[in-house]
């Protein structure tokens, strides 16, 4: 049971990074692709450390 919540976290964060990098590429403002780059290298960050402990 915990294995899976482990891996719904691992694919919650993998998602938003993913997400959070393409955003990043398509913006226009760069305040708020500052903004995107953080969010994106946090739930990376994250991802990274639910993969490790799976």
Same mark, same amino acid.
């Given at each position: 049971?915990?294995?899976?919540?482990?891996?719904?976290? +691992? +694919? +919650?964060?993998?998602? /938003?990074?993913?997400?959070? &990098?393409?955003? /990043?590429? #398509?913006?226009? #403002?760069?305040?708020?692709? &500052?903004?995107?780059?953080?969010?994106?290298? +946090?739930?990376?960050?994250?991802?990274?450390?639910?993969?490790?402990?799976?």
């Amino acid at each position: 049971m915990l294995k899976m919540f482990m891996k719904g976290k +691992y +694919y +919650y964060h993998l998602i /938003q990074h993913r997400h959070n &990098a393409l955003l /990043q590429q #398509d913006c226009l #403002d760069e305040e708020l692709r &500052a903004k995107l780059m953080v969010r994106a290298s +946090y739930h990376n960050s994250k991802a990274l450390e639910f993969c490790l402990r799976m």
